[in-house]
């Protein structure tokens, strides 16, 4: 998949059914290359806390006034 197919789909928690945005930024791991988060504006989602991903969309299972508070 690339980033702009990945820039396209929805994030939607899984614990509310609310729609958090889509994906604006990724970051990675710099020593393995991996991702480490998924950013939707406002919102640093672990990737471990992905469900799902879909053709449309992409699910996840936060708190998301854990997520908030992290990068405040």
């Given at each position: 998949?690339?980033?702009?197919?990945?820039?396209?789909?929805?994030?939607?928690?899984?614990?509310?059914?609310?729609?958090l945005g889509n994906v604006c930024d990724l970051e990675f791991d710099e020593h393995d290359g991996c991702?480490?988060?998924?950013?939707?504006?406002?919102?640093?989602?672990?990737?471990?806390?992905?469900?799902?991903?879909?053709?449309?969309?992409?699910?996840?299972?936060?708190?998301?006034?854990?997520?908030?508070?992290?990068?405040?």
């Amino acid at each position: 998949m690339r980033f702009c197919e990945f820039q396209k789909k929805e994030v939607i928690n899984v614990c509310d059914c609310k729609c958090l945005g889509n994906v604006c930024d990724l970051e990675f791991d710099e020593h393995d290359g991996c991702i480490r988060t998924i950013i939707v504006p406002g919102l640093h989602i672990p990737w471990c806390k992905i469900v799902k991903i879909g053709p449309d969309i992409i699910l996840v299972d936060i708190e998301e006034k854990e997520v908030r508070k992290k990068i405040q």
